[in-house]
C-alpha cells in the first residue's frame, strides 16, 4: 500500500502540471490572435477550414433549401395558373365584347341606312323591329313590335333602305302583322321607271321572285329595268323602287308575256323596317292611338 503522504504528494504535483499547461496554452493563444490580428496569418489556415467544413454545412442546408425551392416552385406554378386562367377569362370577355361591338356597328350602319333612306325625306317614318316571321314557306307574312299605341294602321306600307317590304294587315295595341310584296297573295301597283309603262306586281311565295303576269307581248319593258311604286290605290308612296326586272319571255299565242322581277329590298335578311305615314293617314292614326289609350 501508498503511504498516506506520498499520494498527497502525486495530486499537487499532477494539478501543477495541468495549471502549468492551462497557462501555456492561454499564452500561446493570446500570443496567435495577436499575431493574426496584426499580421493575418491565419486567413489562410481558415480558408483552407472553410473549404472543408463547406461539404457538411452543405449536407446540413440541403434539406431545407430543398424544402424552400419546392414551396417556392409551387407557389410561383399556383400563381401562373392563376394568372392564366384570369387572363383566359379576360381573353373571352373582350372577345365578347368585340363581338358586340361588330354586332352594334353593324345594327348602327342598318338603322343609319334606314334612317337615310328616301321615304325619310317626303314622310313621317318610324323604325320598327321584325318580331317574328311565318314559318310556312308559302306565306310571307311577319310581325313586328309597333302597333295602334304606335299611330300603325291596316294598309300602311313598310319600306327599308332599299325599297317597299310590304304592308300592315293586322294591327294590335302593340304589335302588328304585315304581308311581304312576295306574298302569294298580294299585288302591288307599279310602273317601269324608264318610260312610265304601269303594271301590277304579283307575289310568287318566293322572297326573291316577283311575277308581272299583265304585261303584254309588245310592251316596252326590258331586262334590268327598275319597277317604282305607282302610287295607284293610295297605299304605297309613289316612286319608291320595288322591283328590278330579271326575265322577260315573250308568249307568242298568248296575251301576255312572263315578266320575272327581282325585289330590291332585303326581305329575307332584313331585321327592322319603316313605317310610312303621309298627311292624311297620321291623322286617322293618330285617332286610333288616343282611342286605344282611353279604352286602357
Same mark, same amino acid.
Given at each position: 500500500?501508498?503511504?498516506?503522504?506520498?499520494?498527497?504528494?502525486?495530486?499537487?504535483?499532477?494539478?501543477?502540471?495541468?495549471?502549468?499547461?492551462?497557462?501555456?496554452?492561454?499564452?500561446?493563444?493570446?500570443?496567435?490572435?495577436?499575431?493574426?490580428?496584426?499580421?493575418?496569418?491565419?486567413?489562410?489556415?481558415?480558408?483552407?477550414?472553410? %473549404?472543408?467544413?463547406?461539404?457538411?454545412?452543405?449536407?446540413? @442546408?440541403? =434539406?431545407?433549401?430543398?424544402? @424552400?425551392?419546392? &414551396?417556392?416552385?409551387?407557389?410561383?406554378?399556383?400563381?401562373?395558373?392563376?394568372?392564366?386562367?384570369?387572363?383566359?377569362?379576360?381573353?373571352?370577355?373582350?372577345?365578347?365584347?368585340?363581338?358586340?361591338?361588330?354586332?352594334?356597328?353593324?345594327?348602327?350602319?342598318?338603322?343609319?341606312?334606314?334612317?337615310? &333612306?328616301?321615304?325619310?325625306?317626303?314622310?313621317? %317614318?318610324?323604325?320598327?323591329?321584325?318580331?317574328?316571321?311565318?314559318?310556312?314557306?308559302?306565306?310571307?307574312?311577319? $310581325?313586328?313590335?309597333?302597333?295602334?299605341?304606335?299611330?300603325?294602321?291596316?294598309?300602311?306600307?313598310?319600306?327599308?333602305?332599299?325599297?317597299?317590304?310590304?304592308?300592315?294587315?293586322? %294591327?294590335? =295595341?302593340?304589335?302588328?302583322?304585315? %304581308?311581304?310584296?312576295?306574298?302569294?297573295?298580294?299585288?302591288?301597283?307599279?310602273?317601269? $321607271?324608264?318610260?312610265?309603262?304601269?303594271?301590277?306586281?304579283?307575289?310568287?311565295? !318566293?322572297?326573291?321572285?316577283?311575277?308581272?303576269?299583265?304585261?303584254?307581248?309588245?310592251?316596252?319593258?326590258? *331586262?334590268?329595268?327598275?319597277?317604282?311604286?305607282?302610287?295607284?290605290?293610295?297605299?304605297?308612296?309613289?316612286?319608291?323602287?320595288?322591283?328590278? *326586272?330579271?326575265?322577260?319571255?315573250?308568249?307568242?299565242?298568248? &296575251?301576255?308575256?312572263?315578266?320575272?322581277?327581282?325585289? *330590291?329590298?332585303?326581305?329575307?335578311? !332584313?331585321?327592322?323596317?319603316?313605317?310610312?305615314?303621309?298627311? $292624311?293617314?297620321?291623322?286617322?292614326?293618330?285617332?286610333?292611338?288616343?282611342?286605344?289609350?282611353?279604352?286602357?
Amino acid at each position: 500500500m501508498s503511504a498516506p503522504g506520498q499520494t498527497g504528494g502525486g495530486s499537487e504535483r499532477n494539478e501543477l502540471a495541468l495549471g502549468v499547461l492551462f497557462v501555456s496554452l492561454s499564452l500561446t493563444c493570446i500570443a496567435l490572435m495577436v499575431l493574426d490580428h496584426r499580421e493575418n496569418h491565419l486567413e489562410r489556415v481558415r480558408q483552407v477550414l472553410s %473549404v472543408a467544413v463547406h461539404p457538411i454545412r452543405v449536407a446540413v @442546408d440541403f =434539406p431545407f433549401s430543398a424544402w @424552400d425551392a419546392a &414551396s417556392r416552385s409551387l407557389t410561383s406554378q399556383r400563381e401562373l395558373l392563376e394568372e392564366n386562367e384570369q387572363l383566359r377569362r379576360e381573353r373571352l370577355n373582350a372577345n365578347f365584347q368585340l363581338q358586340r361591338l361588330a354586332a352594334l356597328e353593324t345594327e348602327n350602319a342598318r338603322l343609319r341606312a334606314l334612317l337615310d &333612306s328616301p321615304a325619310a325625306l317626303d314622310h313621317r %317614318v318610324l323604325v320598327a323591329e321584325i318580331l317574328a316571321v311565318d314559318l310556312d314557306p308559302y306565306r310571307q307574312r311577319f $310581325n313586328v313590335n309597333r302597333g295602334v299605341t304606335n299611330g300603325v294602321f291596316v294598309g300602311q306600307a313598310l319600306l327599308d333602305a332599299n325599297g317597299i317590304v310590304g304592308q300592315i294587315v293586322e %294591327v294590335g =295595341p302593340f304589335t302588328a302583322e304585315a %304581308v311581304a310584296i312576295t306574298d302569294a297573295d298580294h299585288a302591288l301597283p307599279v310602273r317601269v $321607271n324608264r318610260n312610265g309603262l304601269r303594271t301590277v306586281a304579283v307575289g310568287t311565295g !318566293d322572297s326573291t321572285r316577283l311575277r308581272l303576269p299583265y304585261v303584254t307581248n309588245t310592251a316596252d319593258i326590258e *331586262v334590268g329595268d327598275l319597277l317604282v311604286a305607282s302610287g295607284l290605290g293610295g297605299v304605297f308612296p309613289l316612286g319608291y323602287p320595288v322591283a328590278n *326586272v330579271l326575265e322577260v319571255r315573250q308568249r307568242p299565242g298568248q &296575251s301576255f308575256a312572263d315578266v320575272i322581277a327581282e325585289p *330590291v329590298s332585303a326581305l329575307d335578311r !332584313d331585321r327592322e323596317v319603316l313605317l310610312v305615314w303621309d298627311a $292624311n293617314r297620321a291623322t286617322s292614326a293618330a285617332v286610333d292611338a288616343a282611342v286605344v289609350s282611353e279604352l286602357q
